[in-house]
């Protein structure tokens, strides 16, 4: 049977001591994890039991929630419709909404013209393999191969595109499940948890993921923080669950142990 947080008593036990911290933060990926992949990424939506459940704990006291994610502050805006309050992390850490007033992506010159070239390269490879795209991104732009006919046929095109990126001054480049992300602006989803656990001052912090990039987030866990990798492949996070859909247990299992004593919690 595969593990979801009703049948793994381990990661049941976890959560629940991780819903009696004071003050916690919850920190989600959204693609692959809040919401299923999907072959078109303008189609992502949360898993509806996700979306309630992070409604449910927007409310609760001594409760933060964000998205980290390798999208644009803009496409979570519009895709995952997050609740008001939670906090959003995109383009990898790059991007910021804490709820003030924050200065947008500024680039330099240089970068500028670096994702440029960035762009260009990417779209030039692309339209050399069909069911292969580009995401335009604030920071860069990625390369999607999901539609690829054939997982080996995919894996040459991204390989295409790291070669190609090489010649690029300035280009970063993060690999993922069937995509290669280039950037201009190197940040990553550890930092940008790091920067949120400061922002809520956070006693623990939960992070669900399920893509490499995710591993820099599981990576900053410390003490009696909760990582919860989604999905199979290796991983730094101390537990597991099958997919997305089973984030929603997770979730719920949180709001009902702080809800058993309101009176006990902390007010903001």
């Not at 049948?7 to 919401?35: K, M, N, Q, W, Y």
Request: negative net charge; charged residues 25%.
């Amino acid at each position: 049977m595969e593990a979801s947080v009703d049948t793994d008593r381990t990661l049941h036990s976890a959560v629940e001591r991780f819903a009696d911290h004071p003050r916690i933060l919850i920190a989600l990926d959204f693609d692959g994890c809040v919401a299923e992949l999907v072959s078109n990424a303008a189609d992502a939506r949360p898993v509806p039991a996700n979306a309630e459940a992070i409604a449910a704990l927007a409310e609760l006291d001594g409760v933060d929630v964000a998205y980290v994610s390798g999208r644009s502050l803009e496409s979570l805006r519009e895709l995952a419709q997050p609740p008001e309050g939670v906090l959003l992390i995109g383009s990898h850490g790059a991007e910021k909404d804490l709820g003030e007033d924050a200065p947008g992506l500024e680039l330099s010159t240089n970068e500028t013209l670096a994702r440029g070239q960035i762009i260009s390269t990417l779209e030039e490879v692309a339209a050399d393999a069909e069911g292969a795209w580009v995401e335009h991104k604030p920071a860069g732009a990625a390369l999607h191969v999901r539609n690829v006919n054939g997982d080996q046929l995919g894996e040459q095109v991204l390989e295409h595109g790291r070669a190609a990126l090489s010649l690029v001054d300035g280009a970063y480049l993060k690999n993922g499940k069937k995509v290669l992300e280039s950037v201009v602006v190197l940040a990553t989803k550890g930092e940008g948890i790091t920067e949120l656990r400061q922002h809520t001052g956070a006693d623990a912090v939960l992070f669900a993921g399920d893509d490499v990039t995710d591993e820099h987030g599981f990576a900053v866990l410390e003490g009696e923080d909760l990582g919860i990798k989604v999905g199979e492949g290796e991983t730094a996070a101390g537990h597991r669950i099958a997919e997305p859909k089973d984030l929603a247990g997770v979730l719920r299992l949180i709001a009902q142990r702080r809800s058993t004593d309101p009176d006990a919690r902390p007010t903001r």
